[in-house]
């Protein structure tokens, strides 16, 4: 069975700093790795994924993530932060029944 | 491309009635789409598996009987709550695998807010 952890519910920055959000998962297949984006009453958008590959994936919004085998890890990171960053943000581990397994979300402000 | 819609966007009936939300794929083929169900400031807890032609697959405390799913289509599946109560209130995503894609991406829809009164 997969799992996602996502360490801190809440996370504030200030506009132009960096934004780290921290994703751990178990899996017991190689996982499919994934970070969604998801802004009030609305649905979820796809910012990046990993399947295979290259470690570090680049995704939409200046957002990147480094799959990290050893430390089952799967963070989010964009080195300055817009005011448009402000949304809840979720990772999400896949099976191999297509099935998504989410953590539970980590809401972001950028402050002014 | 890979759009997902779903109708209504936000629904209010008044309980012991049914409400149906559809789910389409507007420019793929989904033989698969996954019914979620969002609680607010809470995470996406997948209900079923909605697999064309053939039975939605619930996951384990979700009532079958009571969430009717249907997915008739390669580009339609819907999600019927029958005999709604207050506590199914709640924000209803769906999503779907494209079909002619390899790879485990879902694309997901705007969601339904369902308000049962």
């Known amino acids: 069975a997969q799992s996602v952890t996502q360490l801190g519910s809440h996370v504030s920055v200030s506009e132009g700093a960096l934004v780290l959000l921290r994703c751990n998962y178990s899996?017991?297949?190689?996982?499919?790795l994934f970070w969604y984006v998801q802004y009030p009453n609305q649905g979820l958008q796809l910012l990046l994924k990993?399947?295979?590959?290259?470690?570090l994936v680049k995704g939409i919004n200046g957002f990147e993530a480094e799959f990290k085998k050893s430390e089952t890890s799967f963070h989010l990171t964009k080195p300055s932060a817009h005011m448009s960053d402000a949304a809840e943000y979720f990772c999400a581990v896949s099976d191999r029944d297509y099935k998504l397994s989410f953590g539970a979300g980590t809401t972001v402000t950028v402050r002014a | 491309g890979a759009v997902v819609s779903q109708h209504p966007s936000w629904v209010i009936c008044k309980s012991g009635t049914s409400v149906k939300i559809e789910c389409r794929s507007l420019?793929?083929?989904?033989?698969?789409m996954f019914w979620y169900r969002q609680f607010p400031k809470q995470s996406l807890m997948l209900m079923a598996t909605s697999n064309e032609g053939s039975k939605a697959t619930y996951e384990q405390g979700v009532e079958k009987d009571k969430f009717l799913i249907n997915h008739a289509s390669l580009t339609l599946s819907t999600l019927t709550v029958t005999s709604a109560h207050p506590e199914d209130s709640s924000f209803y995503i769906c999503?779907?695998?494209?079909?002619?894609?390899?790879?485990?991406?879902?694309?997901f829809g705007p969601g339904t807010r369902l308000t049962v009164t």
């Open positions: 420019d793929f083929q989904a033989t698969t």
């Open positions: 899996s017991s297949v190689p996982p499919y």
């Open positions: 999503s779907a695998r494209d079909s002619g894609r390899l790879g485990y991406e879902q694309y």
């Open positions: 990993y399947t295979t590959g290259a470690t």
